[in-house]
DNA sequence: ACCTGAACACCGTTCAAGT
DNA sequence: ACCTGAACACCGTTCAAGT
């Protein structure tokens, strides 16, 4: 493996630096050094530093949004689906903390377009759920508004409270209640 | 007012720069040149970059947070008390921003202290309104983290559904669920 | 096709010198 | 007491030149 570098190499690393610092620490030229090459290379493969972290996202889209709808979507039950994505979403600390880098961030001009659909395809999936439950289409669409805020407040709360147990390792009381604040029988 | 700047004129002009753009672009070159002064006059009044962003954040927590408690700590019913911060919160369209600006940085060594600290507040007076309404500690406390998770996720959604009429404007059937969800009453 | 190396701009930080 | 001006380091970006 000699110095040459693939594209995914680059996306790749970027998407684990924003995960663990931020996006606005990802330096390309320490990214550079890492890979073990010099900084004007990067600029073979990408425009800009922009095109790095817009690689990066659309693979986080792909990776923690899209296939996560996709392996759920088949489940019959909608009560089944919500707690099956409950368990999913909160209790994956791999992807928590990318989002927890991202959430913020829905006004940038260049990554926001792709937060925002994120978060609209996320909303729309729980709101589908709450519809199937039984909510008029206006309740439920406020629900799962409601539910994916709390997702992503959970994991920003994660690490503002980290002498927290419950949100440390999330216990099942805690999915438990959420379930049942969220999953309130429909007016 | 000539040239000379005091620190609370460094300090709200940045609160004002991390608003609207977030932390991470608050430059104090920019800053010096809005302000009409060279940047090296900044290092009489602040060590460096990272004082005067903690100062800034120091303000925040005063005026975001310890003044909105003081304010509704007089409130003794559980339920009135809980139902004005819910709309004075969540109808704070001055405040959210900064916290959406804020709110994912919990982990980062110089602002993450004063963001943890500000989240226990807020979780610790929405803890003690949920015991008071008749929930067992534990379960005030799981509540209490919620409530709190979904106030964050809810000003970052508004920024990452921007074509959302209810997140725009909160309107009253939208805190009316939350009521509804999250002062559900306890086992 | 992919990388190096040198150049330039922008910004954080320092500090001697000014008023 | 408060500010200027020059200096240096770090990083984003460009580009001619190398293999």
Known sequence: MGPTKTRQDWTSAALGVIASVGVERLSVERLATELGVTKGSFYWHFSDRAALIESALLWWEEQGT?????????????AARLRLLLLTAFGDLEH??????????????????????????RVDFVTEIFAELGSTPAQARRRGRIAVATY????????????????????????????????????
């Open 66 to 78: 899209d296939r996560v709808i996709a392996e759920l979507e088949g489940i019959a039950d909608p």
């Open 96 to 121: 928590g903390p990318v989002d927890v880098a991202l959430a913020a961030r829905g006004g940038d001009a260049l990554i926001g377009p792709i937060i925002q659909r994120v978060m609209a395809k």
């Open 152 to 187: 992503i407040g959970h994991f920003q709360l994660r690490v503002a409270l980290p002498n927290d147990r419950y949100l440390a390792k999330p216990a099942k009381p805690y999915i438990d209640e959420l379930m049942e604040i969220i999953a309130v029988p429909s007016t």
